[in-house]
Structures are given as C-alpha cells and as structure tokens.
C-alpha cells in the first residue's frame, strides 16, 4: 500500500540522547515535511523539503535537523534531546513543493517521550 | 501576527447536523484546508476552499468567506464515525500553512 511510514511509532528517551525519526515515502512526491503536534495547539513545522537535495526551515526548527538525500527518505534528528521535544511528530509528503496547493498525506506518527 | 480560531469541542448527535467554524487572521492567503484526524492517527485531507462559496462533498461540506476570514465545514447525517478532531488551516501569502489547535467533535448516539 502506497503511502508514508514513520519509525519508530513510539519512543522513550533520557534528556541529552541523539534520536532520529525515519520517515520514508513511496509516493515519489517532491516535498516532505516534519510537524509536531501538541496538545491545544496546531501542527507546526519543524523543517521541509521541496525536492531531493534541498531543506528549509519552518517555525520551530531548534534542536532539530534534517536530510534529504533522495526522494524517498526524510529523517529527522534531534542531536540532543529535551523533555520540551517530547511530542507527537508527523511526517508528511505532497506531490507539488511547498508552494503547491496540493493536499499533503501524512504517516502514522512517532509518539517521543523525552525525560 | 498570525491565527487560526477554531472552538476547542462541540456535541452533536447522530444523524443531525453540526458546522464548525474557522476564523483567520493571516499575512496574505492561497487557500484553505480541512483535514479529519481521528484520535491518535494520522490527519487526513478533507477539503479545499480557494474562492469563496461553498464546496460540496457527499455529507461533508466547505464554505469560505475571503472578505470575512471565515471559513467553515458543515457535516451532515453525523454518524459515530465523525467523531474526531477538526483542522483548520491556511496557505498564507508565502504557501507556509497556518493551522489551528483543532475542534474535537464529540457524536452521542
């Protein structure tokens, strides 16, 4: 089934420990994106990806850093974590860039506790 | 700055109907979007508002007010299904998306 997949699902954490979130796509779109989810507020955006080769940064971009080495793979890493980082993260994908009108599919989330 | 208000949770019954509103505060806009997430999965896309009128799609429909920074999404015939969080959000004048926190619909039998 085609779509975008996050790993791990869920992970608990020590403060200060290097974690990286994998997300792969078998869609062959252009942009990737990572959010974060918390409780009463909306998605922001960590980091994004219009094509292979190229990163940007989003609204809250510390502590975290991104590749994109190919189409597919968009890891995301945290380089030393912190309990403010303990979140839900989305990655998702859209067939156009960042400045397409086009719907954006996201995975299943990666649950990260940060202690 | 920029905002997206949206209610925090509403009640609705089976079989009736319920709209939830959005309301923007946003440097320039290209568009709006609904998305559905059902609790602890992933958002998935719902709609699509660019001008403004409504948009209709089987029991779900979208309307948009550019003039009134208004938008919102009617759900007709609830079913236990349609019990989920609703996002709101908008493609501002630099195609970053704005989201709201998201109405949490509540559907009792």
């Known amino acids: 089934i085609a779509g975008i997949t996050q790993a791990p699902t869920s992970q608990i954490l020590a403060a200060g420990r290097r974690m990286t979130l994998r997300c792969t796509q078998d869609?062959?779109?252009?942009?990737m994106y990572w959010y974060r989810q918390d409780l009463g507020l909306g998605l922001r955006l960590i980091h994004y990806?219009?094509?292979?080769?190229?990163?940007g940064k989003g609204e809250v971009p510390d502590g975290y850093s991104v590749s994109r080495a190919n189409t597919d793979d968009f890891p995301l890493t945290l380089a030393s974590a912190v309990p403010s980082q303990t979140s839900v993260y989305f990655c998702?994908?859209?067939?156009?860039?960042?400045?397409?009108?086009?719907?954006?599919?996201f995975g299943e989330g990666s649950r990260l506790t940060v202690l | 700055g920029q905002n997206i208000d949206q209610p925090t949770e509403m009640t609705a019954t089976e079989g009736a109907i319920v709209q939830i509103n959005c309301t923007y505060q946003?440097?320039?806009?290209?568009?709006l979007f609904w998305y559905q997430q059902h609790a602890g999965e992933a958002p998935t896309f719902l709609s699509y508002?660019?001008l403004d009128g409504l948009e209709e799609k089987g029991r779900f429909s979208s309307f948009l007010s550019r003039s009134k920074g208004y938008s919102y999404l009617l759900l007709k015939e609830l079913q236990m299904k349609d019990s989920a969080s609703y996002l709101c959000?908008?493609?501002?004048?630099?195609?970053?998306?704005?989201w709201g926190a998201g109405t949490k619909l509540i559907i009792k039998p």
């Open positions: 869609m062959r779109h252009n942009a």
């Open positions: 946003t440097s320039g806009f290209n568009g």
């Open positions: 959000a908008v493609l501002d004048s630099n195609y970053q998306l704005i």
């Open positions: 990806s219009n094509t292979a080769g190229t990163t």
């Open positions: 508002n660019v």
């Open positions: 998702a994908s859209s067939e156009g860039t960042s400045a397409n009108t086009g719907e954006l599919f």
